[in-house]
């Protein structure tokens, strides 16, 4: 009997190909499902998505059943690609569920053993915390219309791998910058990469939660390369450094690394949205000058006239840290690509 995962497995896909397809001739998305004889997920959805809603606003979307089973088994293969949204699947941040008050402990209950007739110590526990808000990751790319429409498998598995890797990098950017605040400790690298380590360990380490690393890529290329038994570390996806979850994500700056306690970590993600536009002009740059109140000249591609289509991914999430040590940064990290032990 075929599972849950794998019925849902390339619904997103699908429904971008769709929406694609009907934005160009107009069609109603459910005669697009079904002369196109999409899975039963898919259709599904596109016949739901009547007026009432929109497919591109993930907070409607979600409410959809197939929906979230779509969004389920899109988010669970993005693999090590997202590190937040790898942490988040194996369990090691703490899922909580968004628009809920959430609470970490700050000071835990202390167990006491007591001698006959002696009085018995009660501890304090304090929480703190606030509601787990939603927040929106939007990612963006832009693909000719022949590779989307065209139903080969080879052109699915390039336009799902393209909305995967986009979809991780919003999510680890939003996650990330959102975690990292003032409050967060922050420490420079010096060139003892031992003694850098330590710092971040006593900073968060509390013996009684469970730890995991993020990794800018460079640092994570000198890490894999350390030769000094600490090693097990990959330069890519989630591996193991000193024994510890080790995840790489793009949505940290150069020569950052960070250490997190998962248990003091709250998060979740709840919907994916998909939307599509033909007639967008960009500015092809990952740094856009375009600027509504001082613009500068710069040259534009249109869509339209070059044949190709915007496609947006929506990611629903929301994280907070439950204190303000509930991980720690190290910054300017130049440690020597190999160092002896």
Same mark, same amino acid.
């Given at each position: 009997m ?11 896909? +699908?429904? !971008? ?15 697009? /499902? ?23 606003? @993930? ?5 959809? /059943? ?10 669970q293969?993005?693999?090590?690609? +997202? ?9 090691? %941040?703490?899922?909580? @569920? ?8 700050a000071?835990?209950?202390?167990? $006491?053993?007591?001698?006959e ?25 832009? %693909? ?8 080969? $498998?080879?052109?699915?598995?390039? !336009? +799902?791998?393209?909305?995967r ?13 959102t ?15 031992a ?6 360990l006593?900073? &968060? ?6 730890l995991?690393?993020?990794?800018? @890529?460079? !640092?994570?290329?000198?890490?894999s ?27 940290l700056?150069?020569?950052?690394? !960070? ?11 709840? +919907? ?15 740094e ?20 190709? &289509? ?5 990611a ?25 032990g």
């Amino acid at each position: 009997m075929q599972n849950a995962y794998s019925e849902h497995a390339g619904t997103i896909q +699908s429904l !971008v190909r769709a929406l694609v397809i009907a934005e160009k001739t107009g069609e109603p998305l459910s005669d697009v /499902a079904d002369r196109l004889r999409m899975p039963a997920p898919a259709q599904r959805i596109l016949k739901a998505a009547v007026g009432a809603g929109s497919l591109g606003d @993930p907070a409607w979307a979600g409410q959809l /059943a197939d929906m979230a089973a779509a969004s389920s088994a899109f988010l669970q293969a993005l693999g090590g690609r +997202s590190a937040f949204g790898a942490l988040l699947d194996q369990g090691i %941040l703490t899922r909580a @569920p968004l628009h809920s008050r959430v609470g970490a402990v700050a000071e835990g209950v202390v167990g $006491a053993v007591s001698g006959e007739g002696e009085a018995r110590p009660v501890s304090r526990m304090s929480l703190t915390g606030d509601a787990l808000a939603a927040q929106q990751a939007d990612a963006i790319i832009v %693909l000719s219309r022949e590779v989307v429409e065209n139903s080969s $498998a080879a052109s699915q598995a390039f !336009v +799902s791998r393209q909305l995967r890797r986009a979809v991780a990098r919003a999510l680890d950017v939003g996650a990330l910058n959102t975690l990292i605040t003032s409050a967060t400790p922050t420490f420079a690298a010096t060139d003892n990469h031992a003694a850098d380590l330590k710092q971040l360990l006593d900073t &968060v380490n509390s013996g009684e939660g469970r730890l995991a690393w993020i990794a800018a @890529p460079d !640092v994570a290329n000198s890490i894999s390369l350390l030769n000094d038994g600490r090693g097990g570390a990959s330069p890519e996806g989630l591996s193991e450094f000193l024994g510890l979850p080790f995840a790489v994500s793009p949505g940290l700056a150069a020569g950052t690394l !960070v250490l997190l306690d998962g248990d003091r970590i709250l998060a979740d993600i709840e +919907s994916l949205g998909v939307d599509v536009s033909p007639f967008t002009t960009l500015q092809m740059n990952d740094e856009p000058t375009m600027d509504a109140i001082t613009p500068t000249g710069t040259s534009t591609v249109s869509l339209w006239q070059t044949n190709s &289509v915007a496609v947006k991914i929506s990611a629903l999430f929301g994280v907070t840290a439950g204190t303000p040590d509930a991980l720690a940064v190290l910054t300017g990290i130049e440690w020597p690509t190999i160092v002896s032990g």
